[in-house]
């Protein structure tokens, strides 16, 4: 990421730099797992796995601004409009925005232009107004609406917040090797749910100081979750109903998908 990443010079290019540093790493990690899955060439997997890190990197720098979920920490450091400015937070998540084609269009990561135009293409649609976008729309409006959401419509919306950057991924590395993207696609929307599921648990239960970011907003801002419809308990056993059920749809992969299996399991039972 750093060596694609030098060209950008100034506050803008260090915030970028910065805003890309750390965290758990897990899209890009579906991203070479699932490209393995096809024997995908591991630089051009690697590809990918930056494109979506970037991407990822941008939306959660726009989700801390003071006009968003305001947040002053992420990933246990100042936010980027914290460690420099909103203008400068803005410019450095839309710079990483862009970057993210940049890296999908060029040939490097794949000779067939258009495998090249379907990852575009798929990100695009991952990341846009039908996708996350739409979800942290949905999310803003839920904050001011008269009645707290119903359990199916906060599972629609983290479908489109959360898991769309987390299927991505999973259908990048089916594309890059010329499969059928969806058995794929299957397993990171529940994996994206149950995703979704710890972070609730972990606002309610977790350590600020491991979590690296602020703990129980969702409560104190009487805002709708799993674990306010579900119970801390009933929470956990549909995260672990999900986790069961995305490790089945591996299943025709066998032993090649034995990491895709453990990384299931890492998500309900991380602490940050």
């Known amino acids: 990421?750093?060596?694609?990443l030098g060209p950008f010079e100034g506050p803008v290019g260090e915030a970028m730099r910065y805003a890309t540093q750390g965290g758990k790493r897990l899209r890009a990690f579906l991203a070479l797992e699932c490209a393995a899955l096809f024997d995908v060439p591991r630089d051009?997997?690697?590809?990918?796995?930056?494109?979506?890190?970037?991407l990822h990197a941008y939306s959660l720098i726009h989700d801390d601004l003071p006009c968003m979920d305001d947040d002053d920490l992420r990933r246990g450091q100042p936010t980027v409009h914290r460690r420099w400015d909103e203008a400068t937070a803005i410019l450095a998540g839309d710079a990483l925005q862009t970057f993210a084609f940049e890296v999908l269009a060029d040939p490097a990561t794949h000779p067939d232009g258009s495998v090249r135009a379907d990852l575009v293409l798929t990100l695009a649609r991952a990341a846009g107004g039908a996708g996350m976008v739409a979800g942290q729309a949905r999310d803003i409006a839920a904050e001011?609406?008269?009645?707290?959401?119903?359990?199916d419509r906060i599972?629609?919306?983290q479908r489109l917040k959360t898991g769309r950057l987390l299927e991505w991924p999973c259908r990048a590395g089916a594309i890059l090797g010329g499969a059928d993207p969806e058995p794929l696609t299957e397993y990171a929307a529940r994996?994206?749910?149950?995703?979704?599921?710890?972070d609730d648990l972990l606002d309610v239960e977790g350590d600020p100081a491991r979590m690296g970011k602020a703990a129980r907003k969702d409560a104190r801002a009487g805002k709708a979750t799993?674990?306010?419809?579900?119970?801390?308990?009933?929470?956990r056993a549909r995260a672990?109903?999900?986790?069961?059920a995305a490790q089945a749809s591996l299943l025709p992969f066998g032993d090649r998908a034995d990491s895709l299996v453990r990384v299931a399991r890492y998500v309900v039972n991380r602490d940050n």
């Open 1 to 4: 990421m750093d060596a694609l």
């Open 44 to 54: 051009c997997a690697l590809r990918a796995a930056v494109a979506i890190e970037a």
């Open 144 to 151: 001011t609406a008269d009645a707290p959401l119903s359990l």
């Open 155 to 157: 599972t629609a919306l």
């Open 191 to 198: 994996l994206g749910l149950a995703f979704q599921i710890a």
């Open 226 to 235: 799993f674990v306010s419809h579900l119970g801390v308990e009933g929470a």
């Open 240 to 244: 672990t109903e999900l986790v069961g």
